[in-house]
C-alpha cells in the first residue's frame, strides 16, 4: 500500500493496479488512431477564418493539382447529410451547427473543406493551398458583445425550472448580515492528450468507425442517420480513449464527414484533427457570470440564496449546464430564488467538460460562502457546519447519505486547519504570505440503464463484455473487480472487453454514471450465475445438499457455506452438464422507463439520480488548499492541498485516489492556470495550442492528499456506488480563491487568478 494505492477502510475495495496500464505505458494498446486498416487516405479538415458571414468562394486550383491528393470535399460536392438531432435534447450531436451544409459560417474554427490525399502531409499541404474568400459579417464573441441575445433559460427549455422556495429577497432585507457579489468564470477547452480522430471502413453498405468516443452506441445511430441508413449497418470500436472529460460523449460534425469521404473514395479514411482545430470543432466549457446574494443570522444560520446565472452558447443551441439545480441543495439556506440565463454569440457549441455545471456554480457559492464567513468573522468550516443538511432544502426529500461534515472534520484534521489564524495575511514565511482556504465538493450520483454479458467457465475463468468506456478512469479493472468478488475469483480471471457496438449497450460515459451503472450490472448478471450454481450445489447429493441458497457465496473457485463445507465450480459445472454459463442481463434503474434499455440500444441514454428520485443522491467532499504568495512579486504557488471524499462503496482505493487526485489537480490550474482566450473582434479563439493553453504541470503541484471517507449507502444502486471522477475538482477553484483571500486581503472573483490582480 502506498498514498496512490491507500489501504482500504470500509466499504472499500482493493487497490488493484489497472489492468490496461501495462498496455498502455507500453504504447501496446490501439487507440483508435492506431488501429491499422488497409491504405488508407488521410484527412485534413480545412476551417473557417471568419466567425460569421458567408464564403464566396473555394479556390482549390492549386491543391488539386498535388500529385497524391484525391479529393477535396466543401459544401458543394459533399452531398446529402441528414440532422441526428441536438444531444442537450435527445439527438446525437454536440451541435446543430453542421459544417459543410451551405455558404454560410457560424463560428470562427467551422470546418469548410476535407482534403483527402494518400498521405497526411500532402493532405496537409493541399489544404494550406486552398484559398478561400469570404464576406465576413459582425460576429458577436462573449458578454456584452453587440448582438449577443439573453434569454433566460426557463423560457427556451423544459429541461430546467429555475429552483425557488419561500420569499429570498424579503428575507435578504430582513437580514442582518448580507453579501452581494459577482463572480465570474473563462471558458475552458478540454485538451485531452489523445486528439479528435476518425477512422471509417466500409466494407460494402457496412461501415466501421474506429474513434475516441464516451458514447459508441451514440456515434453508431447518429452516424447511422446522418448518413441515412440502417443502424445495424455502423460498427463503432473505441478500445481506449485517451482521455476525454465529457468532449467525447456526444457526436462530431467531423464524423460523417470522414465516413462520406471514405465511401466516396471507396478506400478508408483517417482523420487525426490538430490541436487547434480541436478548439472548434468540439465542444467546450463556456465562460460564465454569477451574481449571488446570501443573507444570514449573526449566528451564521443562512436565510436566503439568491443567484442568477448567465452562460455563452451558440446562436441557435440552448446548451447550458444551469447548476442552480444542485447548488440550491448545498445547505439549509432558508430561502433561494435562482435564474439561469443563456447569452447566443456566435460561437462553436459548448458541452460537457468535467463537472460541468458545479465547476462554475460551485466556484460562486464556495467564494460567497467565504466572502460571508469574513463579514460574520466566523470560521468558514463552522459556517458551512452550521448550515449543515441531511434533507433538500428545496424539496424535503433526505439525502439517501451525505456524509460532508465528516469530510470536512477529516480533511481539517489532516490538513491542521485548527492552526489557522483568522486574519488576512497573518501568517507568514519569509517573503511569502500564506493562505488557507476550504470549499465543497459535490457532485450527483447518476445511474443509467445499461446491459452486459457475462460468462464464467468451468475452469474458474469469466469474460464480460458490455460496450461501456474506459475513459483514463479504471472502468475496466473495476468492472473486472465486480465480477471477480461476485463470482469467487481473482480479478486477474476475469476478462473485460468495452467500447465496442458489438457488445450490449451502456450509456454515455458521463456524469460519472459508468462504475455505478456497469457494476450494477454486472453485478446482476453475476447474481443469476451465482443462483444457477447454488441452486447445482444444493439441489443433489454433495457437500452442500439441501443448503439454504441465501446462506451460499462464491470464494476462491468455490461455493461456500458459512461455515466452511464447500463445493468446487468444476464439480458443479459437471453436474449441470455444461461447460460455461452465460448470462445476458438488462439493468434498469428505479425511476428509469420500462423501455430504457431499448431506447439506449437506438442511441439514447437514460441517466437518473442526483435530486430526480424519491431520495437524494449525491457525493461530497471536502477540500482544504494551502496557498503561497510571494509579498513582492506576487508568484502564487499551492504548495499542498488536502480533500476529503465521501461516495459510497469504493470499487479500488488506487483507481479512485487517482481520479480525486487529478480532479483537485485540474481545480487548482482551473484556478490559476486554464483559459481559452478570446479576441473579441474576431469572436476568435487565440490560445490554441498547449504552449499557450496553460494547465499545471509537475512544478505546478505539491502534495495532494486524498481522503476516503468510508460511506455505506445501500440505496443508491445495487453496487452501492456513488461516482467519483467528476467529484475533485468541485470546488478546488473556490478553496484557492478562499486561501488568496487569506493570503493577501484580495477578493478575486474572476478566474483564473493571475499575478497581474494581485499586484
Ligand atoms: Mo463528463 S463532463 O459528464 O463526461
Known amino acids: 500500500m502506498s498514498a496512490a494505492a491507500p489501504a482500504p477502510k470500509e466499504n472499500m475495495g482493493n487497490p488493484v493496479p489497472r489492468t490496461d496500464a501495462r498496455a498502455k505505458v507500453t504504447g501496446e494498446a490501439r487507440y483508435p488512431a492506431d488501429v491499422g486498416v488497409t491504405k488508407p487516405a488521410y484527412a485534413y479538415l480545412v476551417t473557417s477564418a471568419i466567425a460569421q458571414g458567408e464564403l464566396s468562394h473555394i479556390d482549390s486550383a492549386a491543391a488539386r493539382v498535388i500529385p497524391g491528393v484525391l479529393e477535396i470535399l466543401t459544401h458543394e460536392n459533399i452531398g446529402a447529410i441528414a440532422d441526428a438531432g441536438f444531444f442537450a435534447q435527445g439527438g446525437a450531436m454536440s451541435t446543430t451547427l453542421l459544417p459543410l451544409r451551405s455558404r454560410h459560417i457560424a463560428h470562427d474554427g467551422e470546418i469548410i473543406a476535407v482534403v483527402l490525399a494518400e498521405t497526411f502531409e500532402l493532405a496537409r499541404e493541399a489544404a494550406y493551398r486552398i484559398k478561400v474568400s469570404y464576406q465576413p459579417g459582425a460576429a458577436s464573441a462573449t458578454f456584452g458583445s453587440a448582438g449577443a441575445q439573453t434569454i433566460p433559460v426557463a423560457q427556451v427549455s423544459h429541461q430546467h425550472e429555475d429552483p425557488k422556495v419561500g420569499d429570498a429577497h424579503r428575507a435578504l432585507a430582513g437580514a442582518p448580515v448580507k453579501i452581494d457579489v459577482e463572480y465570474s468564470t473563462p471558458p475552458q477547452h478540454h485538451n485531452a492528450m489523445e486528439l479528435f480522430s476518425t477512422t471509417c471502413v466500409w466494407s460494402g453498405d457496412e461501415l466501421t468507425i474506429y474513434e475516441p468516443s464516451q458514447f459508441v452506441y451514440g456515434v453508431k ?20 480513449v485517451g482521455g476525454a472529460f465529457g468532449s467525447k460523449g456526444s457526436l462530431t460534425p467531423r464524423t ?12 478508408p479514411v483517417k482523420l487525426v484533427a490538430t490541436r487547434t482545430q480541436g478548439f472548434t470543432i468540439a465542444t467546450y466549457r463556456a465562460e460564465t457570470r454569477h451574481r449571488l446574494q446570501l443573507g444570514a443570522q449573526r449566528d451564521g444560520k443562512l436565510l436566503a440564496y439568491t443567484h442568477t446565472g448567465f452562460e455563452v452558447t451558440s446562436r441557435p443551441d440552448n446548451y447550458f449546464v444551469g447548476g442552480t439545480e444542485d447548488t440550491c441543495r448545498m445547505y439549509n439556506f432558508g430561502s433561494v430564488a435562482t435564474q439561469v440565463n443563456i447569452v447566443h454569440a456566435d460561437r462553436n457549441t459548448p458541452g460537457f467538460m468535467r463537472s460541468p455545471p458545479h465547476v462554475p456554480y460551485m466556484f460562486a457559492l464556495e467564494s460567497a460562502l467565504d466572502e460571508l464567513a469574513v463579514a460574520l468573522q466566523m470560521d468558514p468550516v463552522e459556517l458551512r457546519r452550521r448550515n449543515d443538511t441531511l434533507k433538500d432544502p428545496v424539496s424535503g426529500k433526505p439525502y439517501s447519505s451525505r456524509s460532508l461534515a465528516q469530510c470536512y472534520e477529516q480533511a481539517a484534521q489532516a490538513f491542521g486547519w485548527s492552526q489557522r489564524s483568522a486574519a488576512p ?67 486477474e480471471a476475469v476478462k473485460v472487453e468495452l467500447g465496442d457496438t458489438k457488445f450490449p449497450p451502456a450509456p454515455v460515459a458521463g456524469g460519472s454514471n459508468t462504475t455505478a451503472t456497469v457494476c450494477s450490472t454486472v453485478m446482476t448478471a453475476c447474481n443469476a450465475i451465482r443462483d444457477k450454481l447454488f441452486k447445482a450445489a444444493t439441489a443433489q447429493q454433495g457437500p452442500l445438499a439441501g443448503r439454504d441458497v441465501r446462506q451460499l457465496d462464491m470464494r476462491d473457485g468455490k461455493v461456500v457455506a458459512p461455515e466452511g463445507a464447500s463445493a468446487k465450480l468444476a464439480a458443479l459445472f459437471h453436474r449441470l ?4 454459463l452465460e448470462e445476458y442481463t438488462e439493468w434498469i434503474p428505479e425511476g ?32 482544504f488548499v494551502e496557498v503561497r504568495i510571494h509579498r513582492r512579486t506576487r508568484e502564487i504557488r499551492v504548495p499542498r492541498a488536502t480533500g476529503a471524499f465521501a461516495a459510497g462503496r469504493i470499487m479500488n482505493t488506487r483507481t479512485a485516489h487517482s481520479q480525486l487526485m487529478g480532479g483537485m489537480i485540474w481545480g ?28 499545471p504541470v509537475n512544478a505546478d503541484i505539491g502534495e495532494i492528499n486524498v481522503l476516503l471517507v468510508p460511506e455505506v449507502d445501500n440505496e443508491v444502486n445495487p453496487a452501492g456506488v456513488k461516482g467519483l471522477g467528476e467529484l475533485g475538482n468541485v470546488g478546488t477553484a473556490a478553496a484557492v480563491a478562499n486561501a488568496v483571500y487569506h493570503a493577501t486581503g484580495k477578493r478575486i472573483r474572476d478566474l483564473p487568478i493571475r499575478i497581474e490582480q494581485l499586484l
Open 221 to 240: 445511430n447518429g452516424v447511422a442517420k446522418q448518413l441515412g441508413i440502417d443502424a445495424g449497418k455502423v460498427h463503432v470500436v473505441s478500445h481506449f
Open 256 to 267: 460523417a464527414l470522414i465516413a462520406i469521404a471514405a465511401r466516396k473514395l471507396n478506400r
Open 425 to 491: 495575511g497573518s501568517m507568514t514565511e519569509g517573503d511569502w504570505l500564506i493562505g488557507w482556504g476550504c470549499a465543497t465538493a459535490v457532485y450527483p450520483t447518476h445511474i443509467g440503464a445499461a446491459a452486459a454479458r457475462v460468462r464464467l467457465s468451468h475452469d474458474g475463468q469469466a469474460s464480460v463484455q458490455v460496450a461501456a468506456h474506459d475513459i483514463g478512469t479504471g472502468a475496466y479493472t473495476v468492472i473486472g473487480q465486480m465480477a471477480a468478488e461476485r463470482l469467487g475469483i481473482q480479478p
Open 577 to 580: 452438464e455444461t461447460s460455461a
Open 592 to 623: 428509469a422507463p420500462p423501455d430504457a434499455v431499448k431506447t439506449l440500444y437506438s442511441g439514447k441514454p437514460t441517466l437518473v439520480g442526483g435530486a430526480q428520485g424519491k431520495k437524494l443522491l449525491y457525493a461530497f467532499g471536502a477540500e
Open 668 to 695: 487548482i490550474g482551473s484556478a490559476l492556470h486554464e483559459a481559452t482566450e478570446l479576441d473579441r473582434r474576431a469572436a476568435r479563439y487565440v490560445n490554441t495550442n498547449l504552449a499557450d493553453y496553460l494547465v
